[in-house]
């Protein structure tokens, strides 16, 4: 510990959220040589669990919920890390440096970490609407799961990443599953356009009803029975439906103590607040973007994961900035698709194999670098990628189509330096 | 039989089971599998994996 990093071990430094973000901050805190007080507090009632299998394995029954436990339990005493579960904080006063809890209970911090992720958007059209579920925690889930049987009829709305893998599920389970996005395309806030067609084709010919460019107008719970009228004035009707439409940043706490937000808390790439010693870090941070120039917040799991990392190392006197490049995957339907970058930025894409045999990668460029890729079966040209993505370059799309070009030595050809 | 972990995302490799998926065969020891190997969900590399004891639960 550096004597400029402002902590010692008379410190205490407090984490809120236990999700990736905030375990791996308390975890990198102690890693890291910090001796004084780390307190790791979180509203959900359960132990520090893993989110991605719980739209997966954990909704389609074949994988309990006790293996989704991030750390063996005592973990958390084993690393003298004061983990506060079931724990609401209602106000943190960052220029007293004291968090307030529901309770009323107060606890004074040197620093801390906001990693409170977020929550699943409302759609204006279900709120209070029986027979209405969404996806996040363990709770919603074995809630979700309680009430799908083989045969029954899931109505999905929102076809992102969440959606399409609940629907993807689902159908695994049996269920005859619709899905309404209102975008053109499934996932499209993600993938590029080419891409997305690969999943339309994929959820249909797996038995998904997918309705794209929908608005869901009204929905109605009567008698046990979920009706879902879109735009068009065509009548969904189901038994249960999920809403995914997207995650809101919980950024409650850091407004109310007067912390710049904007789609997000606002960090520097040290995961510094506009306030001294506060910090956020994972889905609710909205942070510089060192390849595309611009801000931006990221809610894939390796990201949170690297972000409480660096947060907790950064909170310690680490100078060094924040580079990591987004990374995410995602099972459908028996298929997995890797991501690294932004391809939704892409301008042009240069695709490598079979994306109609789920055998491909697609290389996205803009302004001629190379920013993003999306695959299926091809899990090491895209770690190859996103290294070459960090980087940059500028690459010819002949190059990158050419079966023969190494992509990892593209990492080294050239350093695009700032971005434009 | 052991049970590997990958680093990244959490998957697990358990020896007794294999990995039909890939066609690798229930009791395949994780030094027999190839190193080109990646991590079936986050697309990791066989090196990111570590070997824990896990209870059941």
Same mark, same amino acid.
């Given at each position: ?7 010692? %071990?008379?410190s205490?430094?407090? &984490?809120? $959220?236990? +999700?990736?973000? @905030?375990?791996?901050? #308390?975890?990198t805190? *102690? ?22 299998p ?9 994988m ?83 009430v799908?049987? %083989?045969?029954?009829?899931l109505? &999905?709305? $929102?076809? +992102?990443?969440? @959606?399409?893998?609940? #629907?993807?599920?689902? *159908? ?10 209102a ?105 510089p ?33 924040y ?58 040209e ?16 002949a ?17 695009a330096?700032?971005?434009? | ?57």
């Open positions: 510990m550096t004597a400029a990093s402002g902590v010692d %071990a008379a205490t430094i407090a &984490v809120v $959220g236990t +999700g990736v973000a @905030g375990t791996t901050a #308390a975890l805190l *102690r890693n890291a040589g910090f001796t004084g007080r780390v307190v790791l507090i979180g509203d959900e009632p359960d132990e520090p669990y893993r989110r991605p719980l739209s997966k394995d954990v909704l389609r029954g074949t309990s919920p006790g293996r989704t436990r991030l750390r063996a339990p005592d973990t958390w005493s084993q690393h003298s890390i004061e983990l506060r579960t079931d724990t609401r904080v209602s106000g943190v006063d960052a220029e007293a440096r004291r968090i307030i809890f529901a309770d009323g209970t107060g606890l004074d911090f040197d620093r801390i970490l906001l990693a409170t992720g977020g929550l699943p958007k409302v759609l204006p059209q279900a709120r209070g609407v029986g027979g209405v579920y969404t996806l996040r925690t363990l709770a919603d889930v074995s809630a979700l799961h309680g799908l049987a %083989a045969g029954s009829r109505l &999905v709305i $929102g076809a +992102g990443l969440i @959606g399409s893998e609940v #629907a993807a599920t689902a *159908r695994d389970m049996d269920c005859a599953v619709t899905v309404l996005e975008q053109p395309a499934p996932l499209s806030r993600v993938l590029p356009r080419e891409i997305t067609r690969v999943y339309e084709e994929l959820h249909r010919a797996s038995g998904v009803d997918l309705h794209t460019g929908v608005d869901v107008r009204e929905l109605i719970h009567e008698g046990d029975q979920l009706a879902a009228t879109d735009a068009g004035g065509r009548v969904h009707s189901a038994d249960a439906a999920v809403v995914a439409v997207g995650l809101d940043p919980r950024t409650e706490l850091a407004e109310h103590a007067g912390i710049a937000t904007g789609d997000g808390i606002i960090v520097d790439e040290h995961f510094a607040t506009s306030a001294p010693g506060v910090y956020a870090a994972g889905d609710v941070a909205n942070h973007n060192h390849v595309l120039g611009g801000r931006q917040r990221v809610e894939h799991w390796l990201n949170a994961q690297e972000q409480g990392a660096a947060a907790a190392r950064a909170m310690l006197g680490d100078r060094t900035p580079s990591c490049v987004p990374w995410s995957w995602s099972d459908q339907h028996g298929v997995t698709m890797h991501v690294c970058g932004w391809p939704e930025a892409a301008e042009d894409l240069t695709v490598r194999g079979e994306p109609g045999a789920r055998d491909f990668t697609a290389i996205a460029r803009r302004h001629g670098r190379v920013v993003g890729a999306v695959g299926m079966n091809r899990p090491a895209l770690r190859a990628l996103r290294k070459v993505v960090s980087a940059a370059p500028h690459a010819e799309q190059v990158l189509a050419d079966p023969a070009t190494e992509l990892a030595s593209l990492a080294s050809l050239e350093v330096g700032t971005s434009s | 039989m052991k049970i590997y972990r990958c680093e990244v995302c959490g998957f697990e490799y358990d020896e007794s089971q294999g990995w039909p998926d890939e066609g690798i065969a229930p009791g395949t020891k994780w030094e027999d599998i190839p190193e080109d190997w990646c991590c079936p969900d986050c697309g990791a590399a066989k090196a990111d994996f570590v070997m824990v004891e896990v209870s059941p639960a």
